[in-house]
Structure formats: C-alpha cells, structure tokens
C-alpha cells in the first residue's frame, strides 16, 4: 500500500512540474477545478439565392469572429476555393496571432464575407457579407449560421 501510495505521489509531482496536470487533482488529493472551455464556434454559411449568381471562381470565403467594440478579429478562417452551404468551426487554431488570452464570458459577432481580392481587412466594395442574426454569441456555440444577404457598396 504504502509503495503505491508512493508512486502516486511520485507521478503527482512529475505531472506538477511538467504542467500536464489541469485537471488531475484527484492524483494527489486536490480538488478538480474546471478550466474554461477552448474558443469553439460552429455553423453553416450560406448565401441569398438572390446574391448566388454574383459568386465567382476567384471568390475566397472569410468567416470572421470578434469582441463588439474591438477593431480587430479575435479568429478567422479562410476558405478556398468557395462552395456555399459551408460548414464551419473557428477554433484556437483560428485565433488571429498576437490577441492577448480571452477574458471569461467574451462574446463575438460572428459574421462571413465572400471577398473578391482574396486579401484579409475590411470589406471592399463589390464583396458579400452577412452576420449571425441574434449577436453575439459566447463561446462555444453550435449552429451559428451566417446567412450572406448584404453587397458592400
């Protein structure tokens, strides 16, 4: 008993020092204090079938998550070529380099864009966009659907 005992501490301690332990309290006695869930949003993009003839074969599709009132993406992901319905999942992967830790209870506006130069930043003239009808959303979040419906002017 008292070798397994141990052992277990022994195995609590490298986990400790390596910082893989999150949530392996019970190893050593601690409680089990959850972390906050990864950055997950998920949905379809589609398109007005009014906007749908406009599509081109050089068109790239952004999807686009942001905090209300920051200028920049907390995540984006580029899609080519485009084929609309798309099914989507903005994950940490996603997340646009040099964005400082996400604050617990963020929420985002989560919005598509059909871009004609392919070049991320703000849309431009003669691009489709669309935004997520009841915004914003915290993260994680399933069937968020972007419905494109707008051209820039």
Known sequence: MGRIRFSLKLLAALIAGFGIGAGWGWINGQGNEA???PFRIAGF?????LLRPRLKSSDVLFVIAAEPGRPRPVAALRVFPVSLPYM????PRDRVMGQEPLRP?????VSARIDRDGQAGAPQPGDL????AQEPVASPARDVNVLIDTVVQ
């Open 88 to 91: 989507y999942t903005l994950g």
């Open 129 to 132: 966009i669309g935004e997520y």
């Open 35 to 37: 972390s906050p869930p």
């Open 105 to 109: 209870g963020s929420r985002f506006i």
């Open 45 to 49: 993009v589609d398109i007005d079938p």
